[in-house]
């Protein structure tokens, strides 16, 4: 196990994912400053804050917990990132290469949750 989230591949990606979508949402419409561009941003922030703070937590349970949290926040995202597709407030070349990015932190945070919870079991260790 990682010493610090910071070593977590995860977690690296999911930050970089996050300056991403601060990146493509500076073209959204000024009405949208506190809609819908400030939902992406906070989602998005939210996915690798949820990383960090589960992998500093004391337990394998507390850390399944908010890496359950994170995964939903980057559902969260990847939805309301269709969502401005739909409103034509991002382009359909940056959607793809932005769900390209989400699909894979969403890969490492599956793959990340079924091994703490293969050795969580292997271990007998307690939510």
């Known amino acids: 196990m990682a010493r610090s989230y910071r070593e977590l591949l995860v977690w690296q990606k999911a930050k970089a994912l996050a300056v991403q979508i601060y990146r493509a949402t500076e073209q959204f419409p000024k009405a949208e400053t506190y809609g819908l561009t400030s939902q992406i941003r906070r989602a998005a922030v939210s996915v690798a804050s949820n ?35 739909d409103l034509t407030y991002i382009k359909p070349d940056q959607h793809e290469i932005l769900d390209g990015e989400i699909y894979q932190v969403l890969g ?15 271990q007998g260790l307690k939510p």
């Open 51 to 85: 990383i960090a703070e589960g992998q500093g937590r004391l337990t394998v349970g507390e850390f399944l917990h908010f890496l359950g949290q994170a995964r939903g926040s980057l559902l969260e995202l990847d939805t309301q990132l269709a969502i401005g597709l």
């Open 108 to 122: 490492l945070l599956n793959r990340l949750i079924e091994s703490l919870r293969k050795g969580r079991g292997q």
